[in-house]
Each structure stands twice: as structure tokens, then as C-alpha cells.
């Protein structure tokens, strides 16, 4: 075989898989953490009255939470985590009033496609 | 019950076997995602495919050189236990002789998954890869005409439990294989085939590790999805050795970006000594991640395809 039959090779190989790239059903994988209000690692002067992620996929409401704890590890959410209605790839849930501190914040999401994930991470409120 | 209802209760029932896998495919540990790297074994069983993977090695001591092309499969039985395949066609160019091509040898392995801790985003599988005899073009391209069991361990640790006064380093992972080859046969054509004793690492800084959990600098897709590493890779023979030959290696610095349904990676290859090859070698790599592909069929666990 030559160079040519193996440019031949390596385009049937790319055919392929744009085929099956074509293949793939939309808005069905993994839910990953796109982006966060207040955002991951940030420091807010006043604490917002509720937090919101936003995921890479549609996620199953029944199945995805999220709660937020201060450095004791008290929950200061008000445990009403939702997928809001016509936002499917959001989670939301509202919070008590916040005291200057560090606060983490943890979800578990399962996607559409039925894929689990989840993440931590930390914002603080105010300048401690 | 009506139909609403008995469709409800399906879907429930769907994420609810789905979520109490302990095995997640992809390369999950906890909210640690491990990428399939392009030069060492990855530490998890997964459904995913690499079609192709493009590899021009650096030059032999003679000027030779090659370009390959690589397809690899990884199928999960059960949520824990995966087969992979391998194979590969080469196209050598040697100083004074007409180009050669064909096919090199076949290789299968099994792999079970040892453990997954997501506390600690630590992973390990333990894995027995075979390369088969006489599957490859033997005497042109020099493909093993011997049979070679190669027993290993995979491993992964992503650095996300780090204390919070180490942010920045918590995005680092490092995976790694440890393994052996054993040859079936001690001598092809006058030549001893040694033991082996392979050892590889992948050191990974993750920017979407970064993003969801540390801190959002603002990154946006695609950017937010590049994960730059490093790879190396040894075997050095541990005996029946051949007069001059010595540990042989790579070091292989890349990026790989990882979307919803595939990555792709690129790598230069670089080798550790002249026994290595050189000169500079690259390498690029689609490859897919089946089990998004196909969520409710051919990317799940065959165990699982009746449920």
C-alpha cells in the first residue's frame, strides 16, 4: 500500500466518524457546571437571595439538588432547589441572609440522558 | 396506572440504575473527570472509541520513518468490568528501500475496575492486555510473530482534596500505568524477545476543573475545556536483553480539548535518547465518548442492555 492508499484509509476513518458524530442525539450527555451566580471562587460584597448554576445539558428536576453550607455546616439554603420552569439546564435555589463568611456550595445533577455528576465549590460574602 | 404514569415510572427506574452505577464511564472520580490521554492506558473501564488516532513517530537511528494510523475500542461488560481493542496500520519508509505498509499486531485486553473514591478523586483498574501473533504484516513491517501477555496496573488522582489555602494546584490530576510484557516466545529469528517492565505517567491541569470547582476566571466554552498535559512513557527490558538495548521512552507535551461527545488531542512526541528515535514525532487523536453518544443502547453496559 502507498501514501495515497493511506490518505485513503485515514479520510474513511474521518468519514466514519463524522457519521458518527452525526449520529448523536442533541442536548444528551454528561452535565457538566457551566457557569454559577454568585460565581465559583468569587467574593460578593452582599449575599444574593438565591444561587443559580447553569449546566451544559437539560437535567432531570426529580433527580438534581443542590445545598449550601457556611464553614460550620449549616445549611443555609431554603431547600427548595428547582429547575426552573423553560430553563432545564438550570438550578436554583433560594438562601437565608447571609453573614460575611465562606460558603460552600455542593449539587449532584443527573442529565436527561440519565449520565450522574457532581461538584463542589466555595464563594464568600464580603471582604473576611 | 395509565400510560403517563407507566412512562414515568420507567424513566425512574432508568436513572435510578444509572445513578447508583459505581462505575460512571467517562473518567469520573467524584467531580473529577479524567480524560482518555492519547500516550498511557487510561485507569477507568469506559465505552469509548478512537478513530482514528494519527501518530508520526520520531525517525529511527537510520532515517526510517512512519506514519501510523490507530483505531481503539473500550466496551464495558458491566459497570466495572471492560474489554478493549486495538489495531493499526502503519506505513514505513526506510533510506534506499520502496515504502512498506500494512497492518501491525492486534491487541485485546480485559479490565476491571479496582476501585473508585470520590472523596479522594482517586481510581485504579487492573488490567491484562494481549498482543496476538501473526495478526500484523510479520516479516515486512517486523509485527510479533510471538504472542505477548501483559498483565498492569492503572491508576488516577486528581488533587482536588488539597487544602483551601492551595487553590491553584487543585486542578492538577496525574494518572499512571504500571505493567509488564511476558512473550510467549524467548526468540524470533535469532533475536531474544525480553520481559518488559512498562511505567507511565500523564501529569493534567484541568481548565474545566478549574472553572466548576476552584475558580471561574470567566472562561468560556471551548477555552474552558482544554486540559494541557504532559506524558511519558518507558519500557525497559528486565531480561534475556539484547547487547545495547536500553530503556526506551517519550515525553509527550499536549493539549486535549473535551466536548460533550468526543475530545480531541494533539501531542509532539519527543523521544529520551537516541535509542528512542529522533528528532520530533506528533501525534492527533478524535475520540469518542460512546457511552453520550448512545446513552440508552450501545453505550451502556451490555449487562445492562435488557433492563
Known amino acids: ?128 | 396506572m395509565n400510560r403517563h404514569l407507566w412512562g414515568a415510572a420507567a424513566m425512574t427506574a432508568v436513572i435510578l440504575l444509572s445513578a447508583t452505577s459505581n462505575a460512571l464511564a467517562h473518567g469520573f472520580a467524584g467531580q473529577r473527570f479524567f480524560p482518555a490521554t492519547l500516550l498511557t492506558d487510561d485507569p477507568f473501564v469506559a465505552d469509548e472509541m478512537s478513530l482514528p488516532t494519527f501518530t508520526r513517530p520520531p525517525s529511527g537511528a537510520d532515517g526510517s520513518y512512519e506514519y501510523d494510523l490507530d483505531i481503539d475500542l473500550a466496551k464495558r461488560l458491566t459497570p466495572d468490568l471492560g474489554l478493549t481493542l486495538g489495531y493499526g496500520w502503519a506505513n514505513v519508509h526506510s533510506p534506499g528501500m520502496p515504502a512498506i505498509s500494512g497492518f501491525g499486531p492486534l491487541s485485546t485486553g480485559v479490565q476491571y475496575q479496582l476501585f473508585v473514591n470520590a472523596a479522594h478523586e482517586a481510581i485504579g483498574l487492573a488490567n491484562l492486555s494481549v498482543t496476538w501473533a501473526h495478526t500484523g504484516r510479520v516479516e515486512a513491517l517486523g509485527a510479533p510473530d510471538f504472542t505477548t501477555l501483559s498483565p498492569g496496573f492503572d491508576f488516577g488522582k486528581g488533587f482536588g482534596d488539597l487544602p483551601g489555602s492551595l487553590p491553584f494546584l487543585r486542578p492538577f490530576a496525574v494518572t499512571g500505568n504500571l505493567g509488564f510484557d511476558f512473550p510467549t516466545k524467548t526468540e524470533s529469528a535469532g533475536v531474544p524477545n525480553s520481559n518488559n517492565f512498562n511505567y507511565g505517567f500523564a501529569f493534567e491541569y484541568s481548565l474545566p476543573y478549574l472553572q466548576c470547582c476552584v475558580r471561574d476566571f470567566g472562561l468560556r466554552r471551548p477555552f474552558s475545556q482544554l486540559i494541557p498535559l504532559v506524558e511519558v512513557a518507558f519500557t525497559t527490558p528486565i531480561n534475556r536483553i539484547t547487547p545495547g538495548v536500553t530503556t526506551t521512552g517519550t515525553v509527550q507535551p499536549g493539549i486535549i480539548w473535551s466536548g460533550q461527545y468526543f475530545q480531541i488531542g494533539a501531542e509532539a512526541i519527543i523521544p529520551v535518547n537516541h535509542a528512542s528515535g529522533r528528532g520530533l514525532g506528533g501525534l492527533v487523536q478524535l475520540h469518542f465518548y460512546l457511552d453520550d453518544l448512545f446513552p440508552h443502547g450501545f453505550g451502556r453496559p451490555v449487562s445492562e442492555w435488557l433492563q
Open chain 1, 1 to 128: 500500500m502507498t501514501r495515497a492508499t493511506m490518505i485513503r484509509l485515514g479520510t474513511a476513518a474521518l468519514a466514519a466518524s463524522m457519521t458518527l458524530g452525526l449520529a448523536i442525539s442533541p442536548a444528551r450527555a454528561h452535565a457538566f457546571l457551566d457557569h454559577a451566580n454568585p460565581a465559583v471562587g468569587s467574593t460578593i460584597p452582599t449575599a444574593p437571595p438565591a444561587i443559580t448554576l447553569w449546566f451544559t445539558q437539560d437535567l432531570e428536576p426529580a433527580f438534581s439538588a443542590v445545598t449550601v453550607t457556611n464553614q460550620a455546616g449549616q445549611r443555609v439554603d431554603l431547600g427548595n432547589a428547582q429547575v426552573p420552569q423553560g430553563h432545564p439546564d438550570e438550578l436554583q435555589v433560594g438562601l437565608k441572609a447571609l453573614a460575611p463568611g465562606t460558603y460552600a456550595v455542593s449539587w449532584h445533577v443527573v442529565s436527561v440522558d440519565t449520565h450522574p455528576t457532581e461538584g463542589t465549590f466555595t464563594f464568600q460574602v464580603g471582604g473576611e
